[in-house]
């Protein structure tokens, strides 16, 4: 993320929410890259915090990569951020375009342009900022509530149910 915004021209500012052991290499990537004035990092924050960090959002990126030994598996900031009407940007790791939908946009893992290339569509497209606000609220209202969730849970439950009566 840091390299797609140091390419990325025009207006911006980025705030980076939380904490861990990528914190200090970013923020000397960024000086190296001379955006460091341009990126605010705020410390771990408890989550009942976190939707008036979203309110202050245009756009949320979670550009995950894949590991060896983990893969992204579900990305739950991306629902908290479209039930705030922030518009998302994922990468293609794990769960994340299941969990997205067209409900935001995806890139290909570690793609820099690609990256850079969505979060300047985003800024520069008000339609389709305003579009995806609107369909990333409406599937985090309709797929991911508590109540859907336990919804979708009784279905399974009840499917299971029904498999193992049915069989001898």
Excluded: C
């Amino acid at each position: 993320l840091v390299n797609a915004l140091s390419k990325l021209g025009g207006e911006w500012q980025a705030r980076f929410v939380g904490g861990g052991p990528h914190r200090q290499p970013m923020q000397v990537l960024a000086s190296e890259l001379g955006i460091a004035d341009r990126l605010t990092f705020v410390s771990q924050i408890p989550s009942v915090e976190m939707p008036n960090q979203y309110h202050e959002m245009d756009v949320l990126v979670l550009p995950s990569l894949t590991w060896p030994n983990w893969k992204e598996q579900f990305g739950r900031v991306l629902i908290e951020a479209m039930a705030s009407g922030v518009p998302v940007i994922g990468s293609d790791s794990g769960a994340i375009p299941g969990v997205v939908a067209d409900a935001g946009l995806i890139v290909p893992e570690g793609d820099i342009d690609a990256l850079k290339n969505a979060i300047a569509q985003i800024r520069d497209d008000t339609h389709l900022h305003q579009r995806l606000r609107e369909v990333g609220r409406v599937r985090a209202l309709q797929h991911y509530t508590h109540q859907q969730i336990a919804t979708q849970t009784v279905a399974v439950y009840r499917q299971m149910m029904s498999y193992s009566n049915s069989t001898p």
